[in-house]
């Protein structure tokens, strides 16, 4: 926190700077005159108020939307430095432990971070959401709407998960169990994304979740700003039918589905990336040869109507090798580029790197590795922001307050731990909410501004 002073002051004085230097630059142009001005007053209005840079007036307080490759927030670009805390809602339940939840929030905002990730699912298990299909316990859903009240109070944005692939929170086998329980013969957890029964309660946990009214706010969640994102399931793979055609299905139906009910917010789907059968061109980024066979395909998944966004996840360590080998950082950048590369000519979306992160229980693991990783995802995003291109930024797996160390499976942050990590974090967050707050989508990033966000978002003294 001490830190976060000194940085914005030496951030304004930089500014001041680029500033005159842009002014001399452009003063021979009286075409520009009127431009000047307004950068000037725009740069002005920055820097009276930190969080006016970082687009947090009230009246901004507006829907993400997205246009072309970019996410935008009244017209203005909104590139991404966020994070991932899944057990958000269950935390809430508890009056034990709601305070944790106030305080992701609180140390998020406090090095810049604008959106978090997290579970609006919890099917079937201890503390559940949805005790049975379509049975709901009010005390959690209320802890739900605590979840989203208090993001907003952070300007915090979310983007809620539906559903699990994997078993943690219930997840697909969870419904297959109802499934079982209700008289069906289900033997595949798979079952999850072909079963119509399955399929309806799916829905039916959708539509309650979009149509559910804020107990906090009164803000029904379709309505809410404060929700950048649905994401249809965490992770979805479906080994059962490696063509893919199962899980495209699947998808189809359910992004359809959503935007049937709430048009307004923005919908990604939640795979981890992998490239399959479509395009056995792009194969070859693949972190390995069984990456191609979970029954997901990563440009045919995004071109299904009503996706609005790619998302992608980072694990060099569970997919390469857990041991830490040389091969995972050139890994890390070309994954990315491949997918940035994939938005831009394919999908014409913006890409989020959903999940990415290192465990500290990985051999050959120290901090400041893990602080190289994240230093090269942030850099490959923000080499894709200078250009205007489809990366529009990068969540943290994972972000944890103090004191929740029983819930770290090895990927956890915690500032007060890590003053090297926060100071990296804290730097992105201030590069991006700069290159939000200066640059407009009418720049196009071809504009005069260019060059000053250039300058601004390259010095390391920053
Ligand atoms: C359930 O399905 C399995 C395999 O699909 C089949 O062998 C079995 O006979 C079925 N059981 C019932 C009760 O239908
Ligand atoms: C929500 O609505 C109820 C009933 O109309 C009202 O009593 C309450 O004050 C409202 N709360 C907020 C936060 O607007
Ligand atoms: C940290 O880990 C990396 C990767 O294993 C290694 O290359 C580096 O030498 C280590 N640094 C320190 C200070 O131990
Ligand atoms: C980003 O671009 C800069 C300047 O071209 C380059 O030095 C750096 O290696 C790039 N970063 C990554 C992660 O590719």
């Not at 979740?209 to 929700?227: A, Q, S």
């Not at 980072?314 to 390469?320: C, G, Q």
């Not at 200078?386 to 103090?402: E, H, I, R, V």
């Amino acid at each position: 926190m001490e830190r976060f002073g000194v940085r914005i002051i030496s951030l304004i004085l930089l500014l001041m700077l680029t500033k005159n230097l842009s002014s001399n630059a452009l003063g021979d142009s009286m075409k520009d005159e009127e431009g000047l001005k307004e950068d000037q007053n725009e740069m002005e209005n920055s820097l009276s108020n930190y969080d006016e840079m970082r687009g947090m007036k009230d009246d901004d307080w507006q829907m993400v939307q997205k246009k072309g490759n970019h996410f935008v927030v009244n017209d203005k670009p909104f590139y991404v430095n966020g994070f991932n805390t899944y057990w958000l809602m269950v935390f809430a339940a508890d009056e034990s432990t709601r305070g944790k939840v106030t305080e992701v929030f609180k140390q998020a905002s406090s090095v810049g971070m604008t959106v978090c990730r997290t579970w609006a699912f919890n099917d079937g298990q201890w503390r559940a959401l949805q005790k049975s299909p379509s049975v709901y316990d009010e005390e959690v859903f209320k802890a739900l709407d605590f979840v989203v009240s208090e993001a907003k109070k952070y300007k915090i944005r979310l983007i809620l998960s539906l559903a699990n692939n994997w078993e943690a929170y219930g997840g697909k086998a969870q419904y297959v169990k109802w499934g079982n329980a209700a008289g069906l013969n289900l033997t595949s957890d798979d079952d999850f994304f072909s079963h119509p029964t399955l399929r309806s309660y799916y829905k039916a946990h959708v539509k309650t979740v979009l149509n559910r009214v804020n107990t906090f706010t009164n803000i029904t969640y379709k309505e809410d700003p404060t929700i950048f994102a649905w994401e249809l399931m965490n992770e979805p793979r479906c080994t059962s039918d490696p063509t893919g055609d199962k899980l495209q299905d699947w998808i189809q139906e359910m992004a359809f589905h959503v935007k049937k009910i709430d048009p307004k917010h923005l919908v990604e789907v939640g795979v981890e990336g992998f490239y399959g059968p479509s395009t056995p061109q792009r194969t070859q980024f693949n972190p390995n040869t069984y990456a191609t066979q979970v029954g997901t395909d990563f440009i045919r998944n995004h071109l299904v109507l009503g996706v609005d966004f790619a998302s992608v996840h980072i694990y060099a360590d569970s997919w390469i090798s857990q041991q830490i080998a040389d091969t995972h950082i050139p890994f890390i950048k070309s994954w990315m580029e491949a997918h940035i590369e994939d938005a831009e000519k394919y999908l014409g979306m913006p890409v989020v790197f959903a999940e990415f992160g290192v465990s500290s229980k990985d051999p050959g693991y120290n901090s400041s590795y893990r602080d190289t990783v994240i230093s090269t995802v942030y850099s490959t995003i923000l080499n894709s922001t200078k250009k205007g291109g489809s990366g529009a930024g990068s969540l943290l797996w994972q972000f944890f307050p103090d004191g929740t160390d029983n819930m770290d499976d090895g990927y956890a942050i915690v500032l007060s731990k890590s003053p090297s990590t926060s100071g990296i974090i804290q730097l992105q967050s201030t590069r991006l909410a700069l290159f939000n707050s200066l640059c407009n989508t009418k720049c196009n990033w071809g504009c005069k501004k260019k060059k000053l966000l250039e300058e601004i978002l390259y010095r390391d003294e920053l």
